[in-house]
């Protein structure tokens, strides 16, 4: 079981088409794949029967490349040794009931079928079969298969059968996550994705890591696939309103699509602030790939100030200080980073910065941005404070961006997140919400309504819309994760420290090695980590099986609570 529990469905045929030309009704006609030609056979000897215990694995070499080997209940498996996210080595992971977790960034990925269970990522391990001969663990394979370390599941394709439409509006993770879900459990409707963006979905959590990366450069996925698998991305096409009675969206370039399911993935808008002269030029946000390439690009050998001391604002002062002429975050909290991962940890991440020549202004906030000509010269703060700069990033949190449905009818938070149940069902029939819009019942928190702006959590919640809407009757179970990455060095969280009472550190925050328990009474709610792989995976899965980390587990090791990995199986 992965992220959420469900029926598992009959695998759909798969679609065996290639990219073409558009034929008369405008779909694309593609021609089918050519047939496979046979692949020489590679195996390999690579342990001994014994030579593993159950609830071990490690990474072996097949051919010229690599396998992970894992061992569970006297039986052996073998699949692709990276994860498909970014690569990490899985053998480095967490292993538990018959998944392995990415140390990395969370995805998990079953042990015998190789499939993605939960993200973030989108693409399964390729799986090689696995021999017992005369007491020898033989793995046996072909060269095509170890050519890759990413497998996509099959998928359906639109059948003009099929009457159906799912609209998905967004084209962020859950979108994403959403459309190729639908297709991998055999939906053959069409499935429309409408996204404001002028790029398909990419590869967002990057943009304050790579401000100079091309929308090209972050996709998901090549433009062919979409025409592939009959997903249909309609960008620059901006969200007006919604009929729920006729269940139909309008659209601000005067269209209107109409749905049998609609799937609302819009996400947030970055806050932008109000005070005098945040109209002008080069006070910028970051929404877009063209707005990390203007502020990169922009901010090279200039003062840059950055607005935020929480993810956004952090990495893209980690990021471009070696390239403005100076770099200088304003924060209205102590310490950043002080309500995500506490004072303690924000002051070594903020020393961190300042050795790097990153300046500080902090219990402070704007009051006014001053120019010349139209263009930003100095950023005046609440305390009179004034500091010159060229350009000024804001990265003052984001607002959902939900203003499109008020009247249609849907329950709205005060904060105007979109109200769902387990199932990711809005208050009206045939309407999800998913992503960073979501206000979500949160299984490890007691079903409490939370909003968690992940993008694993926005993958996880597309994919349970799609199968609830394929009728598998689907429940979001994910546990939250989440990273950041500041000059090299990286800190990974799981589990979900709203009202933590303590904060239980093992290890030295100062030279950024730790492990920090966060605990609410005599739970641990959350695990954060800096060089301590892959401890925050191992938490995670603990969570996801239903289980609590007890305070006396770690209060003496970090590692202490381990043996809670191997009580029963996942729920």
């Not at 607002?399 to 149940?421: K, N, Q, S, W, Y």
Request: aromatic residues 6%; glycine residues 10%.
């Amino acid at each position: 079981m992965g992220s959420e529990q469900s029926k598992k469905p009959t695998e759909p045929e798969p679609c065996t088409k290639r990219p073409g030309k558009p034929n008369e009704a405008g779909n694309t006609s593609i021609p089918p794949l050519p047939a496979s030609q046979p692949s020489a056979v590679v195996e390999a000897v690579v342990c001994s029967y014994e030579e593993m215990k159950d609830g071990e694995m490690r990474e072996v070499e097949i051919g010229s490349k690599k396998a992970l080997l894992v061992r569970e209940n006297g039986e052996y498996s073998a699949v692709g040794a990276k994860c498909t996210h970014y690569g990490a080595s899985l053998a480095k992971g967490a292993l538990c009931n018959g998944r392995v977790r990415c140390p990395w960034h969370g995805a998990c990925f079953n042990v015998k079928t190789g499939d993605l269970e939960d993200f973030p990522g989108l693409d399964s391990l390729p799986v090689f079969n696995v021999d017992v001969e005369d007491g020898k663990v033989i793995i046996r394979t072909n060269k095509k298969t170890l050519e890759t370390n990413k497998r996509i599941k099959p998928m359906a394709c639109h059948s003009p059968d099929d009457e159906k439409t799912v609209l998905i509006i967004g084209g962020g993770g859950a979108a994403s996550a959403c459309a190729e879900t639908l297709r991998q459990e055999g939906f053959k409707g069409r499935v429309v994705m409408a996204t404001k963006e002028e790029n398909p979905p990419y590869d967002r959590p990057k943009l304050s890591k790579a401000l100079s990366s091309t929308a090209a450069a972050l996709a998901l996925r090549k433009g062919e696939f979409y025409s592939v698998y009959d997903i249909e991305v309609e960008t620059s096409k901006e969200a007006k309103s919604v009929d729920t009675m006729l269940k139909s969206v309008s659209f601000t370039d005067g269209s209107t699509i109409q749905y049998d399911e609609l799937v609302v993935a819009t996400g947030g808008r970055p806050r932008a602030l109000t005070c005098p002269g945040a109209d002008l030029t080069n006070v910028c946000l970051l929404r877009t790939p063209d707005d990390g390439n203007y502020i990169a690009t922009n901010s090279k050998g200039k003062r840059l100030v950055i607005v935020g001391t929480s993810f956004i604002g952090m990495e893209i002062a980690a990021h471009l200080v070696d390239k403005a002429k100076s770099v200088s975050v304003i924060g209205q909290s102590s310490v950043p980073f002080k309500y995500s991962l506490g004072e303690e940890i924000g002051l070594a991440i903020q020393k961190l910065h300042e050795s790097k020549g990153v300046s500080f202004h902090l219990s402070s906030g704007v009051r006014e941005f001053v120019g010349s000509n139209g263009r930003l010269k100095e950023v005046v703060l609440t305390d009179g404070q004034t500091i010159p700069a060229d350009i000024c990033v804001v990265g003052a949190g984001v607002i959902p961006a939900t203003e499109f449905l008020t009247g249609c009818g849907i329950e709205m938070g005060c904060r105007g997140h979109v109200l769902v149940d387990k199932c990711m069902k809005t208050s009206k029939d045939h309407v999800y919400a998913a992503g960073d819009i979501a206000e979500f019942p949160l299984f490890i928190a007691n079903d409490e309504r939370v909003s968690i702006g992940h993008w694993q959590m926005a993958n996880a919640h597309g994919r349970v819309s799609a199968l609830n809407i394929v009728e598998q009757e689907a429940e979001i179970r994910s546990v939250p994760f989440f990273w950041t990455q500041m000059f090299g060095k990286n800190v990974r969280f799981t589990g979900y420290s709203s009202g933590y009472d303590n904060v239980i550190i093992h290890g030295d925050v100062n030279s950024l090695q730790f492990v920090a328990f966060y605990v609410k009474g005599d739970s641990v709610i959350g695990v954060a980590s800096m060089n301590s792989d892959p401890i925050v995976s191992q938490a995670a899965e603990v969570m996801a099986a239903g289980r609590t980390i007890r305070r006396e587990d770690i209060i003496d090791d970090a590692k202490g609570f381990l043996h809670r990995l191997d009580q029963g199986t996942r729920l």
